[in-house]
């Protein structure tokens, strides 16, 4: 079945600290994986995503992506987390062609002072 | 701008009372689709629209209807809507119909039904 796992619900970290969302997925064909960031009473906007190639891959406000094929896995990190990065992020999957996204079920990122 | 635009942003409404979600996009994208989202499971897919006139059922199509009369519209429909439809719902637009392009997203509207 094709799913996407996202493992942390929320999690808090200091601001300057580094981030790890992670997310794990079970696709049966070639996976195509994004991610999107959720700021509070906004729609989704796209981060980042991976097709092919390179497996880090680099993202907007400073965000990047590796995708581990042996681990079914494609987290998200940033070396140093800011107030305004607090808000929900999506791991999704898709086919290369597939007309549908699978998103996970979102972690919700809390920025302390 | 280019933008995908949701109306109204919010709505309570009365269970069995007809209902209609606007989504309007200004990029001449071919493909629109709808989603909804609820705490814990996050988007899941109602319906979506590869083009003027061609529609097709999501994961949770149960209890709504769509229609693609115009490139630029595809609106929501809820019948007869019941609390189990209270969520968030997005629109999202893309140029083609596969994932390798990007969707474009609404700003939601919230969907109270009692």
């Known amino acids: 079945a094709q799913s996407v796992t996202q493992p942390d619900i929320h999690i808090t970290v200091s601001e300057g600290a580094s981030l790890e969302l992670r997310c794990n997925y079970s696709?049966?064909?070639?996976?195509?994986l994004f991610w999107y960031v959720q700021s509070p009473g906004q729609g989704l906007q796209l981060l980042l995503k991976?097709?092919?190639?390179?497996?880090l891959v680099q993202g907007i406000k400073g965000f990047e992506a590796e995708f581990k094929r042996s681990q079914s896995s494609f987290n998200l990190r940033k070396p140093s987390v800011h107030w305004s990065d607090a808000a929900e992020y999506f791991c999704?999957?898709?086919?290369?062609?597939?007309?549908?996204?699978?998103f996970g079920k979102g972690t919700t990122l809390s920025v302390s002072s | 701008e280019a933008q995908v635009t949701q109306n109204p942003r919010y709505l309570i409404t009365v269970t069995g009372k007809k209902l209609t979600v606007t989504c309007s996009q200004n990029?001449?994208?071919?493909?629109m689709s709808w989603y909804r989202q609820d705490p814990g499971l996050g988007l899941r897919q109602i319906y979506y629209?590869?083009?003027?006139?061609?529609?097709d059922k999501g994961d949770v199509p149960e209890g709504y209807k769509v229609s693609r009369k115009e490139k630029r519209n595809f609106p929501l429909i809820l019948e007869s809507p019941s609390p189990n439809q209270t969520s968030l719902y997005f629109c999202?637009?893309?140029?083609?119909?596969?994932?390798?392009?990007?969707?474009?997203f609404g700003p939601g509207t919230r969907l109270t039904v009692t």
């Open positions: 696709y049966g064909a070639t996976p195509y």
């Open positions: 629209s590869m083009n003027v006139e061609v529609t």
């Open positions: 990029m001449n994208h071919e493909y």
């Open positions: 999202a637009s893309s140029l083609r119909g596969t994932v390798s392009y990007e969707q474009y």
């Open positions: 999704a999957v898709g086919g290369q062609a597939g007309t549908a996204l699978i």
């Open positions: 991976y097709f092919s190639g390179d497996t």
